[in-house]
Every structure is written in C-alpha cells, then in structure tokens.
C-alpha cells in the first residue's frame, strides 16, 4: 500500500506537538495518572516481549532534541527527507496492526459463536466479515474517535486483565493437552536457519515507539527519569506474560504452533471458546491506539499537525475502513506480521532511535547509551533485510481458519511420530472425548 505525499507541512515556528493534535485545549488538563499510562504501554507491547533500552533512548533523543514527538524528533535530527520516511513507517505500522487485529477478531469470534447451541455454523451473521464489519461500528469505531489517548487508560486495564485470564487458559490447556498432541520432528531444535523470521514477527509484538511521545506526553508532569521508571514496571509486567504465553503454546502444539496461537485448539473446547472471546475483546480494544497514530501521521504530514473537529471524523473513518476492506481480503495473520515485523517494526525499533541518538548525543563513544547505540543499528539493518528476503522466499503455512488435523481421530497418519496406530487412536480419541467435555 503505498504512500502518496501531497504538500506535507511542516509548521516553521514550532515542533510538531502530540498534545495539540490528540488533547483538545480544554481536555489537556485532564492529564492521566500514571497507572493509566502503565496500562496504555502494557496494552501495546504485550504478544511476544519489549524493547526497553529503545524505548527509553527515544525519549532521551526528544530531551536531547527538545521535542516530545517521533516525527519531530526525526525531522529536527535527519531533516525533511529523515521525517517522511518515518511518517511512512509510522502509519504502516499500525495501519498494518489495525488489519491484523480484525483478522484475529473475525477467526477468533467467529468460532465462539459457532459454539452457541442451535446456531448453523453456515450462518452468515457468525461469519468472519460480518464480525470484523460489527465490531468495526460497535466498538473500534467509537473508541477511535476519542481526541485524548487517556481516555483509553480504561480499556487498556481490561484488555490487561483479559489477558492475564487467557494465560491461564493457555496454561491450563498446556498442561492437559501437551502429552496428547503428538510432537514434530526436530521439535526441541532451537535456532534453525528461519529463526531471522521470528524476529521479525517478535520486532511486531516488541513495538510501542510509534506511540510512546503520546503515553509520555500523558503523564503527570513528564521526565525521562519517570519514563524509564514506567517502562521498568511495564516491562515486568509484559515479558512475565509473553515468557509464558510462547512457552505453554509452544510446548503444545511444538511446530503445529500457528501465527494466531487460538487457531491451534479445537473448535469443541468449551474452556478455550471462552478464551477466544476474551482475546477477541482484547484485540478490538487494543485496536483504536493503533488508529491514534495513524490519525497523528496523517494530521502531522497533510493538515500541519491540527485535525478540526469535522476533519477528524472523517480522517478516522476513512482510515478505519479501509483497515476493514483489507482485512476482509486477508485471512492469513502470519504473514502480515512477518513483513510488518521486518520492514516497518524494525527500523522503528532498532535503527532510527539509535541513529539520531547517535547524532545528538554529545556523551563520549564509551558511553554505554552510544555502544549500545552502535550494537542496536546493523542488528536492526540485517533482520530488516533479511528478515525480508526470508518471508518472501520462505512463507509460513496458515490453516487459514480450518481445523487442525489432530482434532480428528482418523487423521493420526499425517503425524511424524512413531508411536502405534493403537496409542495415537487412544490419544487423539482422549483429545477429542475426555478433555473437552
């Protein structure tokens, strides 16, 4: 999807200013305490880990720059040239999420409501497209529209908390369901040649930078020393919960693991059903902070940084539909993630906080900031492009939306595994019959 430049602006006289785009003048006031903001950067980087050092030398380049936003940052450090590359990135990063995120809603509901006593499965109105196309209107949309990001404190403390109950789901399934799944050959190898692909996906889940100025610009009289001290919090909480999502997933399902870990389960497990609506309703409410910051691109680079009131409808809505359109063509999330990972993620995270800390920081070459600086950029250019040639030449499989095989009986042959005809029939028949009733 490409990037049309029509006559971007950019204001002479003043940086490009987060809270005068998001916070109206009368809003900006109501600043958000600091368990809001917790929530905000919890909500947003929870999936797969953090990046923390990053995370704290972007705001440091803004004190160093005497900016509070990225694109300002970036545009004051690299020039005009420097700030329209990261506009680019900056919106195809959460556009590209916003997709991601309704695909996810549409397969993870539809399944739920699949489940629902006396409903056809065929029924059009449980179907993936009306589900992304209600949820859109019932709840992405109006989320969307809200002005200031601290009104999403709330909702990011639900999505927190849902999360935290679908752990344990996936935790408790790790448990019953692991010795009954049969287990892929080289299973325990770690680090095959394809792990720069994981990076790329893990540089998707890391990701917060596009819109860490608008959490720090919400806090209570903002430093980087309170920063750094919320980030440290936040990403306790985050790796705590992303250590034990990928370890329980992954010691089930072994290298049946899909992009979308809720594809792996079966469709008749009433416990993971009631998993599947919570992550659905985790993902719708995560959603509209990703739309906050493509709103904030389009606002910075076409309307010098100000959306009026009408503008600001339509902008959102038009951004949210074709989010929709797109995601209603797409059904496969491991991909998206992949190529969104590598070449939008990555130089967000990885490069261009480094580069202009780099270029703005007067500390000496030993300086622990700059040597990590230094170790950060090329690590950050070879998985963008490699991470890039390997998800073009080696695409992962995707189920798209059909049941794994393991969930019938009959299919036992199609596993690498040496176990007997007898103890695979035991085993898939007790998935099938024991666990789930």
């Known amino acids: 999807m490409g ?32 368990s809001a903001a917790l929530f905000n950067v919890v909500n947003s980087i929870i999936g797969s880990g953090i990046i923390d050092f990053s995370l704290v030398l972007l705001i440091k380049g803004g004190a160093l720059s005497g900016t509070d936003t990225y694109q300002s940052l970036v545009n004051k450090t690299f020039g005009f040239p420097g700030y329209l590359l990261l506009s680019v990135l900056q919106f195809l990063y959460p556009f590209t999420a916003m997709i991601s995120y309704n695909i996810i809603a549409g397969d993870t509901l539809s399944k739920v409501f ?12 449980i179907g993936r497209h009306f589900i992304i ?25 639900i999505s927190t908390g849902l999360t935290t109950l679908i752990l344990g789901i996936v935790m408790a399934r790790a448990i019953s ?16 040649p394809n792990a720069i692909q994981a990076v790329g996906v893990m540089s998707f889940a890391f990701i917060c930078h596009h819109n860490s100025f608008l959490v720090y610009s919400s806090l209570e009289e903002p430093t980087v020393a309170k920063w750094s001290r919320l980030i440290h919090m936040s990403i306790v909480i985050s790796v705590f919960i992303c250590i034990f999502f990928a370890t329980c997933g992954y010691l089930t399902f072994t290298g049946f693991t899909q992009g979308d870990l809720f594809e792996n389960y079966c469709r008749n497990d009433d416990l993971v059903t009631f998993g599947r609506f919570c992550y659905g309703v985790t993902v719708i409410l995560t959603y509209p902070m990703e739309c906050f910051v493509t709103r904030e691109v389009i606002a910075n ?19 949210i539909t074709v989010a929709t359109l797109v995601s209603l063509m797409i059904d496969c999330l491991g991909i998206v993630l992949e190529l969104n ?7 967000l995270i990885f490069i261009i906080p480094s580069a202009c800390y780099l270029k703005l920081s007067e500390e000496p070459r030993t300086h622990s900031d700059k040597i990590m600086s230094c170790v950060m950029l090329p690590i950050g250019a070879v998985v963008m492009v490699f991470g890039f040639v390997m998800a073009i030449t080696n695409p992962q499989d995707c189920t798209h939306g059909q049941e794994m095989f393991y969930c019938f009986p009959d299919n036992f042959s199609l596993t690498n595994t040496s176990e007997s005809h007898v103890q695979q029939t035991t085993q898939l028949s007790i998935l099938n019959i024991s666990i789930f009733q």
């Open 177 to 192: 369901l692991s010795p009954h799944i049969p287990k892929t050959e080289d299973a325990w190898v770690f680090a095959k």
């Open 301 to 319: 680079v076409f309307f010098g940084g100000n959306l009026s009131s009408v503008f600001h409808i339509v902008v959102t809505v038009m951004v």
């Open 133 to 157: 196309g209600l949820s859109t209107v019932t709840f992405t949309l109006p989320l969307s529209l809200y002005r200031n990001i601290a009104k999403l404190g709330k909702v990011s403390l």
């Open 3 to 34: 990037y049309q430049r029509q006559e971007p602006v950019i204001p002479p006289q003043r940086d490009l200013d987060d809270r005068e785009t998001l916070v109206s003048e009368h809003e900006y006031k109501e600043k958000t305490c600091q």
């Open 114 to 125: 699949q489940r629902i006593p006396g409903v056809d499965p065929e029924n059009v109105f």
């Open 341 to 347: 990972g590598v070449l939008c993620a990555t130089p």
